[in-house]
């Protein structure tokens, strides 16, 4: 709960939340039951440093969408390497045909990210998020498994544990 409230977190998501343990609770709770998502807990040498999410999981059409973010800024670079791991998770291990990811105008570190490691900028939804009494694009970024197939050389060593 502290990590999502960080300035620095806090601007690029969709949604700002309270602190509120008995609400973050109820929704950890609820997370924790709903096949369609997962969490994990993102660790540096044993040091919790983020926390990375899979979404809208569909095992029918073999797709999710993810998302991250880095709570301690001192791990801030780390951000910009979990690609690789969150597409061989994805497309190795669990099969998938397809994996996509929302970024909010502004962010251009983590658009970026997303191009370099292989991934199509799908569309933008235009003034998508109302957030700081103004309306937000939402940047759409989308990777297939076979263009994964075609980059994963370079990341041949990229696995993490998915616990």
Partial sequence: ???????????????????????QKQWFEAVSKD?????WIIMVKDKPVGLLSLNDINRVHRRCSWA???????????????AP??????????GFHKIT??????????RKMH??????????????IFKYGVFHDVYVYEMLNEQWQQHKGRFARKHARFE
């Fill in 35 to 39: 096949d369609t998502q997962c969490y």
């Fill in 85 to 94: 791991y969150v597409y061989h998770y994805v497309f190795e291990e669990l």
């Fill in 101 to 110: 990811g929302e970024v909010m105008e502004g962010n251009d570190k983590v």
């Fill in 1 to 23: 709960m502290h990590w999502r409230m960080q300035p620095h977190v806090t601007k690029y998501m969709f949604s700002d939340i309270q602190a509120d343990m008995d609400r």
């Fill in 68 to 82: 991250f973010y880095i709570g301690d800024e001192s791990a801030s670079m780390i951000g910009m390497m979990l």
């Fill in 115 to 128: 191009v370099s490691y292989g991934c199509t900028e799908a569309g933008c939804q235009r003034q998508h």
